[in-house]
């Protein structure tokens, strides 16, 4: 096991003990808001490919850009796909 896995590892056992899943996030600080998206999607019920529209026009500017809104776009694509079938 190598010495960045462990330390990894450390801290998240330390952040497990330490909040609840919803009060930390892994892998950035791009979602600063009020209110989260996975709260709103979870509340509402909202399907994966909605949730995944959601998610990625939330994050866009603070993440991925241009990237994040053409992951979104793909999703739409998809949603309106199913109404052509």
Same mark, same amino acid.
């Given at each position: 096991?190598?010495?960045?896995?462990?330390?990894?590892?450390?801290?998240?056992k330390?952040?497990?003990?330490?909040m609840?899943a919803?009060?930390?996030?892994v !892998?950035?600080?791009?979602?600063?808001?009020? &209110?989260?998206? &996975?709260?709103?999607?979870?509340?509402?019920? &909202?399907?994966?490919r909605?949730?995944?529209?959601?998610?990625?026009?939330?994050?866009?500017?603070?993440?991925n !850009?241009?990237?994040?809104?053409?992951?979104a776009?793909?999703y739409?694509?998809?949603?309106?796909?199913?109404?052509?079938?």
């Amino acid at each position: 096991m190598n010495a960045d896995y462990e330390n990894h590892e450390q801290y998240m056992k330390r952040m497990s003990a330490e909040m609840d899943a919803k009060s930390r996030q892994v !892998g950035g600080n791009h979602y600063q808001l009020p &209110i989260q998206p &996975i709260d709103f999607i979870v509340k509402n019920d &909202i399907p994966f490919r909605e949730a995944n529209v959601i998610k990625y026009v939330v994050r866009h500017k603070s993440k991925n !850009g241009k990237k994040d809104l053409e992951k979104a776009m793909h999703y739409l694509q998809m949603l309106i796909e199913d109404y052509d079938a």
